[in-house]
């Protein structure tokens, strides 16, 4: 996982940035979203053996004692490389590093491709 940030890149979006990314033969994602905004946390707070485990005040509190603004920036500025493409040999790295270098030349040009 690395954290990007798109003034490195003349304000290329993360997104721009994966998508770019993929064309250069290498697979990026955005990660995993908040987990605690989920709608199946709702759910679980709403089912009936949470309502039988916790009070009412438990639960209506539970949204406030749970936000997470610090992960919230991580989810949303958080790039990632599956294992596979990070266990490769030292090529493999190698082309990652220079697909980076690559977009950051060009940054301007791909955000005006969309």
């Known amino acids: ?13 993360r997104e721009l940035f994966m998508r770019a990314m993929r064309a250069e033969g ?3 994602g955005s990660g995993y979203p908040p987990i ?3 709608p199946y946390i709702k759910e679980l707070l709403d089912s009936r053996g949470f309502r039988k ?11 406030e004692r749970n936000r997470c603004p610090e992960n919230d920036k991580l989810c949303d500025d958080g ?4 294992q596979t493409t990070l266990l490769a040999e030292r090529s493999g790295m190698d ?3 220079n697909a980076v270098e690559r977009i950051k030349q ?4 791909i955000k ?3």
């Open 36 to 38: 605690n905004k989920e």
């Open 1 to 13: 996982m690395a954290k990007y940030d798109a003034d490195a890149f003349s304000g290329l979006s």
């Open 112 to 114: 005006k491709m969309v």
């Open 106 to 109: 060009h940054a301007e040009e």
């Open 53 to 63: 485990i916790y009070t009412e005040k438990e639960i209506s509190d539970w949204h």
């Open 26 to 28: 290498v697979g990026c």
């Open 95 to 97: 082309d990652i590093a």
């Open 79 to 82: 790039l990632w490389w599956g």
